[in-house]
């Protein structure tokens, strides 16, 4: 682990080296992007390593980039950024960045919203069978930068409760328990079987030393913190058209990107776009009020890509659903207020829950167009939505 941090915080500053001199003039977008994915990488090595106070400075160092003006007086704050940044990474281990520093920073620029980036290895059916504050807890430990376990463990039934409640125990004092998962793996054995996800700072020899009175199969599902080029750079504009709109309209949003290892075929990487683009854009405009968060999620799955966009907005008004049907005349003024039904019309054409159109919104185009897209590719969309809770789209395009 000691070789593995110096090795990183030795080729990060060797990454650092060349930026000072060209953040001396404005950097074109292609530089900003490269520069921007340099520092997220480094970011995220930092919160793996825990060194706290440097990946704030490169945290607030991405928020800067992020912004659409880069004044002479910005640039000159990321050279000094960088160059701290630099010197944190040559000494980590007695080099803080100023926390004053890095209060300027964030000062100059009000604006930027979070955006978060995560790449996973927990399997997708898994996470998706996670409770919603379960999956909370594990995008938590992921920007915390803590390493995540999946511990296999079979107990025998007569044993089970009192030693199921010792090894939370050990845990609990290890790091934080995610999640626990019914596994079939101990099954023929005629043992009672758990999956178990643990979020932890430890390293996999001394969390399996500290089991060793427990039948336990320890694998790592780390969590790295970069995407493939191109996935990385469609799924920025996503997030940064997002959060445009939200400049625009006076809302605070903020955009979290949960992937696994994904590779998207060119074929229908244009299509994925535009349907991520599509959602997130109707979710500033009409879930969010003023201050929100959407989570995008996408999987590479054996069958095909799963697809997820969920915000925690206002969720969707099913009565206004209703009186726009009844207007355009797709439903029957007297036809029962089916939930489910009135949730699939919003896919109708025309129908919007906009009080009035806008250059962003409320011409009732964008989820028709979605939809049609996605039963294109024969793929199936679904929508989910409960008031003061949030609306989710989830969507499935078969790799055949």
């Not at 880069?70 to 926390?99: M, N, Q, T």
Request: aromatic fraction near 6%.
């Amino acid at each position: 682990m000691n070789e593995l941090r110096q090795n990183f915080l030795a080729e990060s500053v060797k990454k650092l080296e060349q930026w000072p001199g060209i953040l001396r003039e404005e950097p074109d977008e292609a530089q900003r992007r490269e520069l921007f994915r340099v520092v997220h990488t480094i970011k995220g090595g930092l919160q793996t390593f825990g060194f706290k106070n440097a990946a704030r400075l490169a945290e607030e160092i991405e928020n800067l980039l992020s912004e659409r003006n880069l004044s002479a007086a910005r640039r000159s704050l990321l050279v000094e950024g960088v160059r701290l940044l630099a010197a944190a990474l040559d000494d980590a281990e007695r080099h803080a960045p100023p926390a004053e520093f890095i209060d300027r920073l964030r000062d100059s620029a009000p604006a930027a919203a979070a955006r978060e980036f995560f790449v996973t290895r927990i399997p997708p059916a898994v996470f998706r069978s996670f409770s919603k504050s379960e999956q909370k807890a594990a995008l938590a430990a992921m920007r915390r930068g803590d390493a995540i376990f999946c511990l296999e463990v079979g107990f025998e039934p007569a044993d089970f409760a009192a030693e199921y409640r010792e090894l939370r125990k050990v845990l609990n004092e290890k790091g934080e328990l995610i999640a626990a998962l019914p596994s079939p793996k101990h099954a023929a054995a005629r043992k009672v079987g758990f999956r178990i996800f643990l979020a932890t700072r430890e390293n996999p020899a001394a969390l399996t030393g500290g089991l060793a009175g427990f039948a336990i199969d320890a694998t790592p599902h780390d969590c790295a913190d970069q995407l493939s080029h191109e996935l990385f750079e469609m799924l920025s504009q996503i997030a940064a058209h997002g959060e445009e709109i939200g400049r625009r309209l006076e809302k605070d949003v903020g955009v979290t990107i949960l992937a696994n290892e994904t590779n998207i075929p060119a074929a229908t990487a244009a299509a994925v776009f535009d349907i991520l683009l599509q959602l997130v854009r109707n979710a500033v405009a009409h879930a969010v009020d003023k201050r929100g968060r959407i989570e995008i999620r996408i999987f590479d799955e054996p069958a095909g890509l799963s697809l997820t966009v969920e915000d925690d907005g206002r969720g969707i008004d099913l009565e206004m659903v209703r009186a726009r049907a009844v207007e355009r005349n797709l439903i029957a003024p007297d036809a029962p207020p089916d939930d489910e039904t009135m949730l699939g019309l919003i896919f109708a054409p025309g129908i919007s829950t906009a009080p009035a159109a806008t250059g962003i919104s409320g011409r009732g185009v964008g989820l028709d167009a979605v939809k049609s897209r996605v039963e294109r590719l024969n793929g199936k969309i679904s929508v989910k939505s409960r008031i003061n809770i949030g609306t989710k789209f989830e969507i499935f395009l078969p790799k055949s």
